[in-house]
């Protein structure tokens, strides 16, 4: 059997939009592994700001700010349903060790998605600890009885969530690459003469 390369780290997010917490991760994950990529999707549990087309907008900002050669955008790869992205991914990267980058907040939750049985055994995912949300073994324990390969990233993400900057236009919370396009477009209650 052939040694997987890699490793790479793929990073799906709503970008509802993009957070300080979004920045962080990605270059966390970027210090820790060879490729990260990211994209844009619909998540079927969520109701979503904006549509998918303008938070891929904001991504892109987002990671062009960053300036890093081995994070990438990868909207293709973009699904509302994590197995049709893990048999993309696994087109392009055939030999590749694929890493599923998730929040410790959805740990509980991925067992339980479409398909969870047969994307979990072509993939490890990767825990990042989100503040306010410890991992808990026994969702591990659940990913791993499913065939799932879990690793505990080193990284400790803050509690920013984009359902603050939703709720409240929470302003304080949002990168200086993703402002403007908000402002300018009007998104999340911001935008006009607000301060």
């Keep these: 059997m052939k040694t997987p390369k890699g490793p790479i780290a793929m990073l799906g997010t709503s970008a509802d939009p993009p957070t300080y917490g979004h920045k962080d991760l990605l270059e966390g994950l970027s210090k820790l592994f060879p490729k990260v990529v990211t994209w844009a999707s619909e998540n079927p549990l969520k109701k979503h700001g904006a549509p998918l087309e303008v938070r891929f907008q904001l991504l892109e900002a987002l990671v062009q700010s960053l300036s890093i050669p081995h994070v990438e955008l990868k909207q293709e790869l973009s699904s509302p349903w994590t197995i049709r992205t893990i048999e993309k991914a696994t087109e392009y990267w055939p ?27 072509k993939i490890s995912v990767g825990i990042t600890e989100r503040e306010g949300w410890p991992v808990q073994q026994e969702q591990i324990k659940r990913i791993k009885a499913m065939g ?27 990168p200086s690459s993703v402002l403007p396009i908000l402002l300018e477009q009007k998104l999340y209650g911001l935008g006009g003469n607000k301060k």
């Excluded at 959805?106 to 047969?118: D, N, S």
């Excluded at 879990?150 to 949002?174: C, F, H, M, W, Y």
């Design 95 to 121: 030999d590749y060790e694929l890493v599923f980058v998730i929040g410790s907040d959805l740990t509980g939750q991925i067992t339980t998605w479409l398909k969870a049985e047969v994307f979990l055994q």
């Design 148 to 174: 799932g390969k879990v690793a505990l990233l080193p990284l400790n993400i803050p509690g920013t969530a984009s359902s603050d900057v939703r709720k409240k236009s929470e302003r304080s919370q949002i």
